[in-house]
C-alpha cells in the first residue's frame, strides 16, 4: 500500500511542477490567430491531376508540420510541448503503448479535456502517436509517403486516413488546443476536405 501512496503523491508532485511550469510558459506565449488554410475548391484550376494532388497535400502540409501535430509525433520517446516545442517538462517517456511509463501514464496530469486554469491540456485518449509515425526533422515529402504506408500508419488505407482526422478527438483538438496554444492552421473540416480532395486525385506525394 505504501509504495502505490508514494508513487501517487510523486505524480501528484510532478502535475504540480508541470502546471507551475506550463503557466509560466503560457504567460511568456502570445496567442497569435490561427494561419488560414486554402479551401480544396480553389486548386480545381490545376488542370494536371498530379499536381493538383500534390497542391493539395503541400497545403495539408501546414497543420502536418504545426506544433499541435508536431508535438505528439515526436521522433524522440518525449512529447514536446507549447507553441516553440519545448522538450515535456515534467520529464516523460512514451512507454510501451504510447500512454506513457508505468506509473507516470499520460492520464496522471491530463484530463478528458482542456483544463485552461492550469493550462493542462487534455482529451478522452490523450497520447503519443506510434513511433512508426515520427514525423520531427521530415520534409513533407516523407510524411507524406509516411502516411500511406500501411506498414507503419496503422493499417490504413486512404479512406480510413480520411475517416481518422476528420473523426478522431485527439486530431480534432489540435483546433482547440485551449488557452496559450495556437490552433492548426484553418479548421478541422477545411483539413478534412483537402484530405478528401487529396485522396480522390490519386494521394501523390511532392518530390522529396
Not at 58 to 80: A, F, I, Q, W, Y
Not at 107 to 125: E, F, L, S, V
Not at 157 to 170: E, G, I, P, R
Request: proline fraction near 8%; include cysteine.
Amino acid at each position: 500500500m505504501r509504495p502505490l501512496l508514494l508513487s501517487a503523491a510523486a505524480g501528484l508532485a510532478l502535475c504540480l511542477a508541470g502546471t507551475a511550469l506550463t503557466l509560466a510558459q503560457s504567460a511568456n506565449q502570445a496567442q497569435p490567430g490561427g494561419a488560414t488554410l486554402r479551401p480544396a475548391a480553389s486548386f480545381s484550376n490545376i488542370a494536371n491531376q498530379r499536381d493538383r494532388s500534390v497542391a493539395l497535400f503541400n497545403e495539408m502540409g501546414k497543420v502536418l508540420t504545426h506544433p499541435r501535430c508536431m508535438n505528439c509525433h515526436p521522433v524522440s520517446d518525449r512529447p514536446r510541448q507549447g507553441d516553440i516545442r519545448k522538450p515535456h517538462e515534467p520529464l516523460v517517456v512514451r512507454g510501451k503503448d504510447g500512454h506513457g511509463a508505468p506509473g507516470l501514464h499520460c492520464t496522471t496530469c491530463h484530463g478528458k479535456q482542456n483544463y485552461d486554469p492550469a493550462g493542462i491540456p487534455g482529451d478522452g485518449h490523450w497520447a503519443l502517436a506510434p513511433a512508426s509515425m515520427a514525423w520531427e526533422g521530415k520534409t513533407v515529402a516523407q510524411i507524406c509517403e509516411q502516411l500511406k504506408d500501411q506498414n507503419r500508419n496503422g493499417s490504413r488505407d486512404l479512406a480510413a486516413l480520411v475517416k481518422h482526422v476528420t473523426t478522431d478527438t485527439l486530431v480534432l483538438w489540435g483546433w482547440k488546443p485551449g488557452k496559450g496554444r495556437q490552433p492548426a492552421p484553418g479548421t478541422a473540416a477545411e483539413f478534412g476536405a483537402l484530405m478528401q480532395a487529396w485522396a480522390d486525385t490519386g494521394a501523390a506525394c511532392p518530390a522529396s
